[in-house]
């Protein structure tokens, strides 16, 4: 939550009032943090692991293993069209439960879930899985995490 705020204050000291084009650049950065955060939890998570059968593994091993190091809790729905997308379930986001479930902080949940995609990004990224990693809110503080894996 801090280095949301820190990010995001940084960006308004530097150029007074914020557009889109600063609040894009403000998410693009939480989300480049986040990523090299991933990277360095799946990296300790896995050292002592064997490898993975397939991607199914690696998603399952993400929602189970690496969500509950990093958000406390198991994801609560994982599924999949068998095609490299998969959609994780989060009901009880542990950075959305610190904001009000009021409809007022809707607006603000994308700045507080560009860093949570990047961590999921980052840790696909050192399991050899290139992705797109897009989260939605519709209810507080519920969370639906999209992941596209890219074939290449």
């Known amino acids: ?17 914020m557009d889109n084009k600063e609040r894009g650049q403000c998410i693009s950065v939480l989300e480049s943090m986040g990523f090299r955060v991933g990277q360095g ?7 002592d692991s064997p490898s993975f059968k397939d991607e199914l593994d690696v998603m399952k091993f993400v929602c189970k293993d690496f969500w509950t ?21 989060d009901n ?11 409809k007022q902080y809707l607006d603000q949940a994308p700045k507080y879930l560009a860093f949570s995609c990047g961590i999921v990004r ?8 290139e992705s ?13 995490f999209q992941v596209v894996i890219q074939k290449s």
């Open 132 to 144: 797109v990693v897009t989260a939605e809110v519709s209810i507080m503080p519920s969370c639906k």
């Open 92 to 102: 009880k986001f542990s950075l959305l439960t610190q904001l009000s479930n009021g």
């Open 1 to 17: 939550m801090e280095i949301v705020s820190h990010v995001y204050k940084e960006q308004q000291a530097n150029k007074g009032s």
């Open 69 to 89: 190091k990093v958000f406390r809790r198991q994801i609560d729905n994982l599924r999949t069209n068998h095609q490299g997308t998969y959609v994780l379930q």
């Open 41 to 47: 939890i799946i990296e300790r998570l896995t050292r």
């Open 122 to 129: 980052g840790a696909l990224s050192n399991l050899g899985m």
